[in-house]
C-alpha cells in the first residue's frame, strides 16, 4: 500500500469560512481546484490510483495570520473536527489525518495538538515561521515540550508570502520568486534555527517531517557539512564558536540524521535522487503534496509514483518509504 503522507484538503465548514474571512485572491485560488474542498472530486483522484490512499493536512493561509489568538483556536478545531469526520467515513481513502494547531497563542496550540491527538490524528502540521516569528522563540516552548512528550510527529509546511522581499531596498518578493525559490529557502532556514538553538538536542523525542524533502538542503550537504564545520569564522560580531561546542554533534549530522523528509518534490527527478541520496532511509516519506498542480490534483501523486516505482532498490528498503516509515513514527499500522 502507497501511503501519501502529505496532501492536502480543507473540510467544507472551514472552506466556507476561508472563503468568507481569507486574504484576497483564497476563494478564486481554491476554487479553482475543487478536489482541495470537494470530497467526491478527491475521492475519484484517489481512485485513479492502486493501492493508494492519502493522509490530509490543511494547505494554506497560515491560520495564525487569519484571525487572533482565541479565534485561531477555534479554527483550528474546526478544521482537526472536520478531518476526524471524514477520516472515520472514508478511511479506505484517508485512513490518516494531521491536526492543524495555530501557534500565535502557545499555550491553547498546545492544548489543541493534545486534543486532536487523543481524538485520532496523526501528529500537527505547524509552520516553518509564526507570522513571522522564527521557531525557536522562547514563546513556542510549551509545543514542543508537549509534543515532545507524547512523541507523535510535527508535520513542518514552509510558510512565505510575497510580503517577505528578495532585496532590503524593496518591499515586497517579486516574480513568485517567494515561492518557488523561498519555500525552499525558508524550510531550511527553519531546520537550523532548530538545531542551532538547541532544540533538537533538548528534545530527542521529537519527530520532524519537513516538506518537500527539506528545501534546499540535499543539495547544499557542502556548505552544511564542510562549510558549518568552520561556523563562526565568518562572524565577528558574536562567538559562534561557542556555539559550535554546545553541539552534541556536526551540524549535517543534526539534517541529515534528526530530521524526516517526504518526497513530493513538484516531478523532479533530480531532487527525488538528491533527497534519497542525503537522508537515512529510515527517514524518508511518501508524498506527493496533491492537489497542487496543473492537473488540479493527479499529477503530483502520478509523477511521484512514478519516479519512486523507477528507482531500483530492494522491495523492502521501498516499503519502508511507501508506508514502513510512517507507521513507525506515528505508531498507526495502515491496512492494505
Known sequence: MRIDAYTHFIPAKFFDKLVEIGPPGIGKRVREIPCIHDLDARKKVVDTFKDYA??????????????????????????????????????????????????????????????????????????????????????????????????????????????????????????????????????????????????????ANLKIITHHFGGIVPMLEGRIGPGWDQIGARTSDEDLGALAKRLKKRPLDYFKHDFYADTAVFTAEPATHAGLAFYDLDKIVFASDCPFDPEKG??????????????????????????????????????S
Request: glycine letters at 6%; hydrophobic letters at 40%.
Open 54 to 203: 492519502q493522509i490530509l493536512a490543511y494547505p494554506q493561509p497560515p491560520i495564525e495570520i487569519l484571525a487572533r489568538p482565541e479565534e485561531a483556536n477555534e479554527f483550528c478545531k474546526m478544521i482537526n473536527d472536520g478531518f476526524a469526520e471524514i477520516t472515520e467515513k472514508e478511511r479506505a481513502h484517508f485512513p490518516g489525518w494531521v491536526a492543524q494547531i495555530a501557534l500565535n497563542a502557545p499555550d491553547a496550540g498546545a492544548a489543541e495538538a493534545k486534543r486532536a491527538i487523543e481524538n485520532g490524528a496523526l501528529g500537527v502540521q505547524i509552520y516553518t515561521n509564526i507570522a513571522g516569528r522564527p521557531l525557536d522563540d522562547p514563546a513556542f516552548t510549551p509545543f514542543f515540550e508537549t509534543m515532545n512528550r507524547i512523541g507523535k510527529p510535527i508535520w513542518l509546511h514552509p510558510a512565505r508570502a510575497a510580503n517577505f522581499p528578495d532585496y532590503l531596498s524593496e518591499k515586497k518578493s517579486k516574480y513568485e520568486i517567494w515561492w518557488t525559490l523561498g519555500w525552499s529557502y525558508e524550510t531550511a532556514a527553519a531546520m537550523a534555527r532548530l538545531v542551532f538553538s538547541g532544540i533538537i538536542d533538548k528534545y
Open 298 to 335: 493527479t499529477m503530483y501523486a502520478r509523477e511521484t509514483l512514478r519516479i519512486l516505482e523507477g528507482i531500483d532498490m530492494p522491495k523492502a528498503d521501498k516499503e519502508k518509504i511507501w508506508h514502513g516509515n510512517l507507521e513507525r513514527i506515528t505508531g498507526v499500522k495502515f491496512k
